[in-house]
C-alpha cells in the first residue's frame, strides 16, 4: 500500500487577471522526510508553487493537499501555523529581539512561558547560535548569516513537520551560505522535516541534496589549461574549494603544443582537443555525467555555423553520449544566455576568467557574434526565436529527401505554431 505524499498539487493553474498561467496543470507530490529543491529562473513560478501550499495565495484551478487534506477545506491561519516558512530576506521583526523573534508563533498557538523558553535556548543551539549572546539581540545587531539562522530557527519552533524555504540563503556570501545549509541538511534529518526550497542556484541545490538525494552522487569541478585564459584561473579554484567543490587543475600539454605550433588554428580544433582531456579527467575523477557551459549563444551560433559552413542543418545536442557512450554529456544552460550567466556569476561572487578566443578577430565565431549583436539591436528576442525553431522543425519544408512526403496531399494544413519556449533573461 503507498503512502500518501504530505503535500501534493493536482492539475494545479495560477494566472493573475487575462495573463498567461504563471502555473500551468501542475502535478508534483512531496513524500515524507523529503527534501525538494525546485530550481528555475525569475518568473518561473517558484515562489508562487510555495505560497499555494499555505495559502497565501489560492490556484485558480485544481487541488494542493496537505497531509491528505484540500488545503481550501481548511482555515488559512491554522494551516499557516503548523507549517514553517522560512522567507527570503529573513524578515525578522525589527523591533522584537531575537528570542521574541524566534517564539512568535508558539506565542500564537498559546504556549506557556516556560515552554517558550526552552524552545528557544534549544533552537538556538541547534542553528549554533551562543544564547548568551544573541538571545536578546535585536536583528539590526545581527550579521546576515546570524539573521539567517534566527530565521532557520524562528520557521521550526513551533515544531512543524513541513518547512517551506524560498530563497532561503541567497543574499548570503557562499562560505555563509554553504555553512547554513549543511546546516540545515542536518536539522532535516534530525527533526524528521519534509522540506521544500526554491532557489536559482543549482549548485546550491545539488549541495543541499547531495546527502537526501535516492542515488548516490558528488560534485566536482575541473579546469582544461589550453593557454588562452587571459586572468590567473587559481581564484577561480578557490572558490570552489571554499564551498567544498573539489577542482582538478589540468595542463593539457598536446593543446599548449598546439597553440606554440599553430598559434592562428580554429575554434573547431581547440575544442576536439578540449574533448579529449575533459574525457582523460573524467576517467581519472570517476565520473559519469559531464555538464558542459554552453549556453543559448553558443546553440544559435552553431546552428548558424554548421548551416552556413559545414552544409549540415545542426546545432549542439543538447543531451547526448560521448562516442564510446562512456559518459552522458548534458548542457543545462541552452535556456539561459551568455549575458545572464555573466551577470549571475558577478552576482554571487565567483570569479570570471575570459579566454582569449572571444577576442580574436577575423574568425567565423567573432563574425557570427557581431552579427548577432547588429540584428539584436533590432530584434531583441531573436535567440528565443531560434531556440524555439530548432525544438519544432518542420521536415517538409526542407531538402533532406528522408523526410519529404512527396504522397501527401498538396495543400494540406499547416503545421500548427507552438508557442514559444522562454529563455532566461533576467536573474
Known amino acids: 500500500m503507498s503512502v500518501a505524499p504530505v503535500i501534493s498539487f493536482e492539475n494545479v493553474s495560477k494566472s493573475y487577471g487575462g495573463a498567461a498561467p504563471v502555473l500551468d496543470r501542475v502535478s508534483l507530490d512531496v513524500r515524507e522526510r523529503e527534501f525538494l529543491a525546485i530550481v ?7 515562489t508562487t508553487l510555495l505560497r499555494l501550499v499555505n495559502r497565501l495565495i489560492d490556484p485558480s484551478a485544481g487541488t494542493v493537499r496537505v497531509e491528505g487534506q484540500d488545503v481550501q477545506s481548511v482555515d488559512a491561519v491554522t494551516l499557516r ?7 527570503q530576506g529573513v ?24 515552554r517558550m523558553s526552552a524552545r528557544v535556548d534549544t533552537l538556538l543551539e541547534l542553528v549554533r547560535l551562543d544564547r548568551a549572546r544573541h538571545r536578546d539581540r535585536f536583528p539590526s545587531q545581527l ?4 539573521g539567517q539562522r534566527v530565521g532557520v530557527a524562528r520557521a521550526i519552533a513551533a515544531e512543524p513537520k513541513i518547512v517551506l524555504m524560498d530563497e532561503p540563503f541567497g543574499a548570503l556570501d557562499p562560505l555563509t551560505r554553504d555553512a547554513i545549509g549543511e546546516d540545515y541538511r542536518r536539522l532535516h534529518d534530525e527533526l524528521g522535516l519534509t522540506s521544500v526550497m526554491i532557489t536559482h542556484d543549482m549548485l546550491e541545490a545539488l549541495l543541499l541534496l547531495q546527502k537526501r538525494a535516492p542515488i548516490e552522487f558528488s560534485v566536482c569541478a575541473f579546469t582544461v589549461e589550453q593557454g588562452k585564459f587571459l586572468r590567473p584561473i587559481e581564484p577561480l579554484g578557490e572558490y570552489l574549494k571554499a564551498r567544498g567543490i573539489p577542482w582538478t587543475y589540468f595542463r593539457d600539454a598536446p593543446s599548449l603544443r598546439l597553440l606554440e605550433d599553430q ?19 573524467a576517467a581519472d575523477l570517476g565520473c559519469n555525467v559531464i555538464a558542459f557551459g554552453h549556453t ?15 552544409g549540415k542543418l545542426s546545432s549542439l545536442p543538447p543531451v547526448t553520449h560521448s562516442r564510446n557512450r562512456d559518459y552522458r554529456l548534458i548542457r543545462p544552460l541552452v535556456f539561459v544566455t551568455e549575458d545572464i550567466t555573466t551577470a549571475y556569476a558577478e552576482a554571487r561572487g565567483v570569479p570570471v576568467v575570459p579566454c582569449g578566443c572571444s577576442q580574436r578577430t577575423g574568425t ?34 526542407l531538402l533532406d529527401t528522408r523526410f519529404l512526403k512527396l504522397d501527401d496531399e498538396v495543400g494540406g494544413p499547416e503545421t500548427q505554431t507552438e508557442e514559444l519556449f522562454p529563455i532566461v533573461t533576467e536573474l
Open 263 to 281: 598559434p592562428d588554428h580554429g575554434c573547431d580544433l581547440c575544442s576536439r582537443y578540449r574533448r579529449r582531456a575533459v574525457y582523460e579527467i
Open 40 to 46: 528555475g529562473p525569475s518568473g518561473s513560478g517558484k
Open 81 to 87: 501555523r503548523r507549517i514553517g516558512y522560512v522567507f
Open 91 to 114: 524578515g525578522l521583526f525589527p523591533h522584537m529581539t531575537v528570542a521574541e523573534n524566534i517564539a512568535i508563533t508558539p506565542k500564537l498557538l498559546g504556549w506557556d512561558e516556560a
Open 143 to 146: 550579521s546576515g548569516g546570524e
Open 296 to 310: 543559448a549563444d553558443d546553440f544559435c551560433e552553431a546552428l548558424l555555423r554548421n548551416t552556413m559552413f559545414t
Open 364 to 397: 567565423v565565431r567573432r563574425a557570427l557574434r557581431d552579427l548577432f549583436g547588429e540584428l539584436e539591436r533590432e530584434h531583441p528576442n531573436l535567440k528565443e526565436t531560434m531556440l524555439s525553431a530548432m525544438g519544432n522543425v518542420d521536415t517538409g519544408r
